[in-house]
């Protein structure tokens, strides 16, 4: 504290520090309650920090300076590449303990070595979505690769098709977040790079970005009832469901159902 040259951040219950101060005036406790109200010091509640970042709630431009700077605190844990990857990737997926997000374009046969794992982590009750490319793709639409999606779907909640998808994200419990350009549910021998970054609010940021919550909730098609439903996006970067299924009563291609998605709706309100 005697380096402080503007500023300090105190992270702390005020009830605690309260309690503290009014047994103990002179310890630090103290000095911090009496300081508490002056000019010069803010307080902000946590749970303004705390809240996800679509809500937008106000918190001025202290505390919009302050979530900033936190937000900030993303420790990169390792770099791997095609030969340390799947150490680090099976690891990360046994520590889940609620959610496990993978954006991976394709799936391939490697997804035979993870599934024993993510069958294990849903088994102890973490929710697993993944999102790959539509069945249009001509490496997805191989018969042995559809086969390999249906065993993911058998597996994991929720897959959700994107077309022309290429991002290659893992985030774990919305903390531990893997990215670069390696597919984890497909790789075979090229080289590759990921990246390990630990930080809760830029897992949070990642996930607002590729609308997560939002995108794995695809309708069922109005016209055939079927779940064969695909994201795209369209030329005005608006994102839209589509239904890709070959016997819809739309006739498909042009005329296939489509719906765009309301990226303003909150996940889970009707
Ligand atoms: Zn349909």
New binding site residues.
């Given amino acids: 504290m005697t380096r402080v040259q503007t500023r300090v951040y105190v992270i702390a219950s005020g009830t605690r520090i309260r309690e503290v101060a009014r047994k103990a005036p002179d310890s630090p406790f103290g000095q911090l309650d009496a300081l508490i109200g002056t000019s010069g010091v803010r307080v902000l509640p946590a749970k303004s920090l705390i809240t996800p970042p679509e809500l937008n709630v106000p918190r001025g431009e202290f505390g919009d300076r302050l979530a900033e700077v936190l937000s900030r605190h993303v420790e990169v844990s390792d770099v791997d590449d095609e030969t340390t990857f799947y150490a680090s990737f099976v690891a990360a997926i046994r520590s889940a303990r609620t959610s496990l997000w993978l954006w991976t374009p394709w799936v391939a046969r490697r997804v035979r070595m993870i599934l024993p794992e993510l069958r294990a982590a849903v088994d102890r009750g973490v929710r697993v979505t993944v999102f790959v490319r539509d069945p249009s793709d001509q490496l997805q639409k191989k018969p042995a690769n559809l086969s390999l999606v249906e065993d993911l779907r058998a597996v994991v909640h929720t897959v959700v098709p994107m077309h022309v998808m290429h991002q290659k994200i893992v985030v774990v419990d919305e903390r531990t977040v893997m990215l670069g350009s390696l597919n984890a549910l497909s790789q075979s021998w090229t080289r590759e790079v990921m990246v390990t970054m630990r930080g809760a609010c830029f897992a949070r940021k990642i996930l607002t970005h590729e609308h997560a919550e939002i995108f794995a909730r695809p309708p069922k098609?109005p016209?055939?009832g079927?779940d064969?439903i695909e994201i795209r996006r369209g030329a005005k970067e608006n994102w839209y469901w589509r239904?890709y299924?070959t016997r819809?009563p739309?006739g498909g291609g042009n005329k296939a159902?489509k719906k765009d998605i309301d990226l303003w709706r909150r996940p889970g309100s009707a």
């Fill in positions: 098609c016209r055939c079927q064969d239904c299924n819809c739309t159902w």
